[in-house]
């Protein structure tokens, strides 16, 4: 009988250890199959969020576009920039010298015969581009270097 007990209360520590192992994002993350993107997401959309690809400079409609508001993940709607933090980089993707804490993560991405650093989203991990370090250097000094197609432009609402 203490035998069992000892069982009964070894086997609950343990399954409390194992949740509280849980990543506390798991609740928000937003995980899809690729058929279900497809469905969601136009063409360019997913190929530049779910494949990694990038927009021809120029051709998106953020890389000259200084309204106040925000920008959200075009996948999932995570907040990701504020349109303080955007700068004009002249290199014909949309550039911003941060990133709302905690709303993207990185990865080392060595394709192309570069070493890159990636930026994807937090919640979805839809790819946005990359962060180089030729930012601005009265900010960050860093260049947030993001596709159009990958975030929406949400405008701070006129009081
Ligand atoms: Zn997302």
């Known amino acids: 009988m203490r035998n069992l007990a000892v069982i009964l209360v070894i086997s609950i520590v343990y399954s409390c250890t194992v949740q509280n192992k849980k990543p506390t994002t798991m609740n928000t993350a937003v995980k ?3 058929a279900e993107w497809k469905a969601q997401l136009s063409e360019m959309e997913y190929e ?3 494949n990694k690809g990038t927009e021809r400079p120029f ?3 953020y890389h000259d576009h200084f309204e106040t508001g925000k920008y959200v993940c075009a996948g999932c709607g995570n907040d990701l920039f504020t349109s303080d933090t955007k700068f004009d980089s002249h290199c014909g993707w949309p550039s911003f010298d941060e990133a709302i ?4 993560i990185y990865k080392k991405d060595t394709s192309y015969g570069m070493e890159r650093i990636e930026v994807m989203c937090a919640k979805c991990e839809g790819h946005l581009g990359h962060v180089f370090e030729d930012g601005p250097a009265e ?3 860093q260049r947030y270097c993001t596709n ?3 975030i929406k432009f949400v405008p701070t609402a006129k009081k």
């Open 32 to 34: 899809k199959t690729e």
């Open 48 to 50: 530049v969020l779910r």
């Open 59 to 61: 051709t998106g409609v």
């Open 101 to 104: 804490k905690g709303s993207v």
């Open 139 to 141: 900010t960050t000094g």
């Open 148 to 150: 159009s197609v990958s």
